[in-house]
């Protein structure tokens, strides 16, 4: 099925253009042996590098993300038993906790016309931590620990601002553009080669050379654009934003719930 999805009507268009240059050639006879190798040069190589390039950045987004739900865990910890009252900070850090991560989620997801409304409700979930921080502070948490505790919050907000910049920065667009302008026409430009495979070993071989350059050309061209963005959901491959349930383990009615229990 993933396999399926990488050849889409682009893949089907430029392979048609290839064949019906192909006829033309073989048709008018005009044939000639044109290097392959200025292929890899021309398109292979660099949508190769921009698929490599696409791939760390959705590494980088799952270590980031991770990270950001691992310092969540650490202030919800620090709200329940770090003072007294747990039943009082404990589930209202588990609250946070859980709209943060949502609005993170939103915020990396949302369309660019929507991420600064989006943005701004993470924001504001940061600024609920600050205050509830201020909280334990006014509950009789130590300076020491209160500064522990916000640095956690900070680490948080930089976590943050990585994932954002993630989102906001793809690979080199000109390189982009160059790559696509080049895979929709060098299945064309080459017909004189699979006319001159016509020629000495048939025309379907010829023909099958035109589908099968079109196809490696273009499916790699869509390996590269479901790995652009890895938050919006459309790729096999993308990085899984469902917010429910990916803090399940955050109890808001039991602070005294322990994980041997």
């Not at 553009?177 to 064309?188: G, T, W």
Request: glycine content about 4%; aromatic content about 10%; overall charge negative.
């Amino acid at each position: 099925m993933n396999f399926v999805r990488i050849f889409d009507w682009h893949v089907l268009l430029v392979t048609a253009f290839a064949c019906a240059a192909t006829y033309l050639c073989i048709d008018n006879e005009i044939a000639a042996d044109l290097p392959t190798s200025l292929i890899a040069v021309a398109i292979v190589f660099p949508i190769v590098f921009s698929i490599n390039a696409a791939y760390t950045r959705r590494e980088e987004a799952l270590r980031y993300l991770g990270l950001v739900r691992a310092t969540i865990a650490s202030l919800h910890l620090a709200h329940r038993d770090w003072v007294g009252a747990p039943e009082t900070h404990g589930p209202r850090a588990a609250k946070i906790g859980r709209k943060l991560y949502a609005s993170i989620c939103e915020a990396l997801a949302a369309d660019k016309q929507d991420q600064p409304t989006a943005r701004l409700k993470v924001r504001a979930c940061f600024s609920a931590f600050s205050q509830s921080i201020e909280d334990l502070r006014a509950a009789g948490l130590s300076s020491t620990e209160v500064s522990r505790v916000n640095n956690y919050l900070n680490l948080a907000i930089t976590d943050f601002e990585r994932l954002r910049a993630i989102s906001d920065y793809r690979t080199p667009a000109s390189l982009r553009a160059y790559s696509k302008v080049y895979l929709n026409i060098f299945p064309m430009l080459f017909a004189p080669l699979y006319a001159s495979i016509a020629a000495t070993a048939g025309a379907p071989f010829g023909y099958a050379m035109a589908v099968a350059f079109a196809f490696v050309l273009v499916g790699l061209d869509n390996i590269q654009d479901a790995l652009e963005n890895p938050f919006d959901g459309i790729g096999v491959d993308d990085v899984d934003l469902e917010a429910d349930g990916e803090l399940y383990w955050l109890p808001e009615d039991k602070p005294q719930m322990r994980a041997l229990d």
